[in-house]
T-cell receptor, first 112, second 114 residues
Framework: GEDVEQSLFLSVREGDSSVINCTYT??????LYWYKQEPGAGLQLLTY?????DMKQDQRLTVLLNKKDKHLSLRIADTQTGDSAIYFC????????????FGSGTRLQVQP | NAGVTQTPKFQVLKTGQSMTLQCAQD?????MSWYRQDPGMGLRLIHY???????DQGEVPNGYNVSRSTTEDFPLRLLSAAPSQTSVYFC?????????????FGPGTRLLVL
C-alpha cells in the first residue's frame, strides 16, 4: 500500500478555510512537506515542517503535525480561487535518503 | 537563475524507440532526481544522483538509465520505450539547509508512447 495517503478531492467556497489531510506510515520521517501543482506546471514547495514540531504558520498557511497518529494537515485560511490546484504531501526519511515519498495528491476546488 | 529546466516539453514516441529527456539546473545543487507522475498517483522516484559521477536507483528504475557527468546536467534515457512509460516526467534538484531538503522541480516533460 501507499506510504503516504491523502483524500482525492476537496471543494470549498471562496473565503472559507480549507483543510487538506495526509497520513504517513514511516515514523523515521524527518521532514514533511506540502507542494502545490497548478495545471500543466511543476510542483511548487509551499511549506514544510520538521518532525519535532507540532505546528508551523506561514501567512495564510498553517501546518499541523500529530506525530503520534502520523497525521499531517495543511490549513489554508481565506481560500481564494487562485488556490485551486492539486496539493501533495511528501515525506523525507533522513539524511541518508534525500528523495521524497509523495502522496497521490488532493485536488482543491475553490468555488466563487 | 533559470532554476531547473527540462526539454522537451512534450514528446510522442513509438514503442521500441529510444530517447533522452534533458534536465539542467544552474543552482549548483549536488542532489538531482527524476520522478514520474501518473494519474491518481503521487510522484514516484525513478533515479537520483547525490553528485557528479554518482547515481542510484529509486522506486521504479526499470527501463530507464541515467548518468551524471556534470553537476548541472542529469539526463534520463529511455532505452526502448513502452506504452507503460507514458507519463509526465519531472526532474528536481535540491539543497540541504537548516530547514531540511528544499527541492526545486522543473516544469515537466509529457511523454506519450504509442
Amino acid at each position: 500500500g501507499e506510504d503516504v495517503e491523502q483524500s482525492l478531492f476537496l471543494s470549498v467556497r471562496e473565503g472559507d478555510s480549507s483543510v487538506i489531510n495526509c497520513t504517513y506510515t514511516d515514523s523515521s520521517s524527518t521532514y514533511l512537506y506540502w507542494y502545490k501543482q497548478e495545471p500543466g506546471a511543476g510542483l511548487q514547495l509551499l511549506t514544510y515542517i520538521f518532525s519535532n514540531m507540532d505546528m508551523k504558520q506561514d501567512q495564510r498557511l498553517t501546518v499541523l503535525l500529530n506525530k503520534k497518529d502520523k497525521h499531517l494537515s495543511l490549513r489554508i485560511a481565506d481560500t481564494q480561487t487562485g488556490d485551486s490546484a492539486i496539493y501533495f504531501c511528501a515525506e523525507s526519511r533522513g539524511t541518508g535518503r534525500r528523495a521524497l515519498t509523495f502522496g497521490s495528491g488532493t485536488r482543491l476546488q475553490v468555488q466563487p | 537563475n533559470a532554476g531547473v529546466t527540462q526539454t522537451p516539453k512534450f514528446q510522442v514516441l513509438k514503442t521500441g524507440q529510444s530517447m533522452t529527456l534533458q534536465c539542467a539546473q544552474d543552482m549548483n545543487h549536488e542532489y538531482m532526481s527524476w520522478y514520474r507522475q501518473d494519474p491518481g498517483m503521487g510522484l514516484r522516484l525513478i533515479h537520483y544522483s547525490v553528485g557528479a559521477g554518482i547515481t542510484d536507483q529509486g522506486e521504479v528504475p526499470n527501463g530507464y538509465n541515467v548518468s551524471r557527468s556534470t553537476t548541472e546536467d542529469f539526463p534520463l534515457r529511455l532505452l526502448s520505450a513502452a506504452p507503460s512509460q507514458t507519463s509526465v516526467y519531472f526532474c528536481a534538484s535540491s539543497i540541504t539547509t537548516g530547514g531540511g531538503e528544499t527541492q526545486y522541480f522543473g516544469p515537466g516533460t509529457r511523454l506519450l508512447v504509442l
